[in-house]
């Protein structure tokens, strides 16, 4: 498996305060992903990132955002959370703008009460 | 623009018997396509991909797709399932070009139920 370790794995927070989920690997991989999924719309990208200091936003990227100030940690800020980001967030990686492979971490799962 | 349509969200089959998983594509450059694997509470298994080389892809536990640009489809295919083929699959596209370059795009997946 690629070294890919998203913490927490698990995390209920109340709506309005803030939660950061962090993705570290160890692939020295490019390139870092964030996104969510939730039933029926399959997985969806919130941010990602193509080097230190370098992201840019994906489908879903209000309410969201993202750091990297190593290669190998990719943070996601959820400034006030709300109930509609309750859901299961990805990591993902992969070593070239042109995809050959990708490589996901275990998930969040993320409950907002 | 980028798209993928799983034509079936939910498909269930008797252990033994094979499996189709259908879905089409747009692209509007020539993508990669990739067939995901999730289990529940798992991460995602890469199963296959296609990536500009041969249109029959062969992945892993006998899976296997074929690329038609004709019809845009990349099709998951098995002779045989088995119990453990039980999960949750994606077909995703990635455009090898252009302002979405390095992107994926994830259809919403179909759901395999394997009897036995």
């Known amino acids: 498996d690629a070294g890919i370790t998203q913490s927490p794995r698990h995390k209920v927070t109340e709506t309005g305060t803030p939660v950061t989920l962090r993705c570290h690997q160890t692939e020295n991989h490019r390139y870092m992903y964030w996104y969510r999924q939730d039933p029926g719309h399959g997985l969806r990208l919130i941010h990602y990132s193509y080097g230190v200091k370098d992201t840019d936003k994906g489908e879903v990227s209000d309410g969201y955002s993202v750091s990297r100030s190593k290669t190998e940690d990719f943070l996601l800020t959820l400034e006030s959370a709300t109930s509609s980001q309750t859901s299961v967030y990805f990591c993902?990686?992969?070593?070239?703008?042109?995809?050959?492979?990708?490589?996901f971490g275990q998930g969040t799962r993320l409950t907002v009460v | 623009a980028q798209s993928v349509t799983q034509l079936d969200s939910h498909v269930s089959v008797s252990e033994g018997t094979p499996v189709l998983l259908r879905c089409n594509y747009s692209?509007?450059?020539?993508?990669?396509l990739f067939w995901y694997v999730q289990h529940p509470n798992k991460g995602l298994q890469l199963l296959l991909k296609?990536?500009?080389?041969?249109?029959l892809v062969k992945g892993i536990n006998g899976f296997e797709a074929e690329f038609k640009k004709s019809e845009t489809s990349f099709h998951l295919t098995k002779p045989s399932a088995h119990m453990s083929d039980a999960a949750e699959y994606f077909c995703?596209?990635?455009?090898?070009?252009?302002?979405?370059?390095?992107?994926?795009?994830f259809g919403r997946g179909t759901q395999l139920t394997v009897w036995p």
């Open positions: 993902a990686i992969s070593d070239s703008r042109v995809i050959t492979e990708a490589f």
């Open positions: 995703v596209v990635s455009p090898e070009r252009g302002s979405t370059l390095g992107r994926l795009y």
């Open positions: 296609y990536t500009s080389a041969a249109t």
């Open positions: 692209s509007s450059y020539s993508p990669s």
